[in-house]
């Protein structure tokens, strides 16, 4: 009993010991202790501020302009969605006012698209080029816009590696479409074996999708072009 009452005194004592040691710290560094407090608080303050009363406030109007300029894309106006019709704003204003936000990010993609339908294909390459999509589908079809771009160039080996990297990017049915566009120009190039290669990758892989249904005249041409 006593060795319990001797240790439960040296338990209590060592307690003691170092909450003085932690008092005696508080006191010698007291100011720097307030200082590092209030420079945690005033940064708390200032990152919530700037989230929430001018990040997230500016994102919903980069949304707002958004959808104007997209509706002009969806009925082909594509001067006055890349430029805007002096109200609202265009992908390019959009760009420049709001190019951190996801509708900045995303304007690059229209943009891109915008000067590729209107057969400005070196500014629909470096706009898609820019464009960093956190979206699967919109990032593979910014890639397959590069080809499809290259293609109008007559680059051909770029564009290849362009719908390449789209089927690629994420497997799904999408991939079917950018192979067979990279078969077709590997038929463009005379390269049969290649053409051919993705053909039967298209059969095996992706069976269900449209370009899968008539997969065999494609697959029976390169065969006859590679013999030729």
């Known amino acids: 009993m006593s060795k319990n009452i001797k240790k439960e005194k040296e338990n209590i004592k060592a307690v003691g010991e170092a909450l003085s040691k932690g008092e005696k710290f508080l006191t010698e560094n007291k100011t720097a202790i307030i200082r590092i407090i209030t420079f945690v608080v005033v940064v708390t303050v200032a990152i919530f501020a700037y989230v929430y009363l001018i990040e997230k406030p500016r994102a919903n109007t980069a949304q707002e302009q958004l959808f104007a300029a997209q509706r002009y894309f969806e009925i082909d106006s594509f001067n006055l969605a890349l430029n805007g019709d ?107 074996a290649e053409a051919l290669e993705v053909y039967e990758k298209i059969k095996t892989h992706y069976s269900k999708t449209i370009e899968a249904q008539e997969i065999d005249k494609y697959i029976e041409r390169a065969k006859i072009k590679q013999t030729e």
Do not use: P, W
């Open 86 to 192: 002096g109200i609202n704003f265009g992908f390019y204003e959009i760009i420049d006012e709001y190019g951190s936000t996801k509708a900045g990010r995303i304007a690059r993609f229209y943009a891109g698209f915008c000067n590729l339908h209107s057969g400005n294909y070196e500014d629909a390459i470096d706009m898609l080029k820019e464009f960093n999509g956190q979206d699967e589908l919109l990032q593979a079809r910014a890639y397959c816009g590069i080809g499809d771009a290259y293609v109008e160039l007559e680059q051909y080996d770029d564009a290849i590696e362009y719908f390449m990297k789209a089927a690629n990017y994420r497997e799904n049915d999408f991939s079917a479409a950018y192979l067979m566009k990279a078969g077709l120009t590997y038929e463009q190039l005379g390269k049969y």
